[in-house]
């Protein structure tokens, strides 16, 4: 993770957030988000995505629930 690039890893996962959750208006799991940054090119660890949805989390832009014991639930909050 490069934090000196225009389009950094954090921002490639709140686009496909927002793209997947259709602006907000429906919240979508962590494996849907995976395979979105997948065919997007985008590879990265799960201990980065954690990361990443920890670091949009605590800005405002997404919620993150637990919806099984495995998987977590993404709403996004902010429309930006």
Do not use: C, H
């Not at 979105?36 to 990361?51: I, M, N, T, Y």
């Amino acid at each position: 993770m490069s934090i000196w690039s225009d389009d950094t890893d954090v921002n490639r996962v709140l686009r496909a957030i927002r793209d997947l959750t259709l602006n907000g208006s429906q919240a979508i799991d962590e494996q849907t988000l995976v395979s979105k940054l997948a065919k997007d090119g985008v590879k990265l660890s799960p201990a980065d995505l954690s990361k990443i949805l920890l670091i949009l989390e605590t800005l405002g832009y997404i919620s993150v629930q637990l919806s099984t014991k495995e998987d977590r639930l993404i709403k996004l909050l902010k429309k930006t």
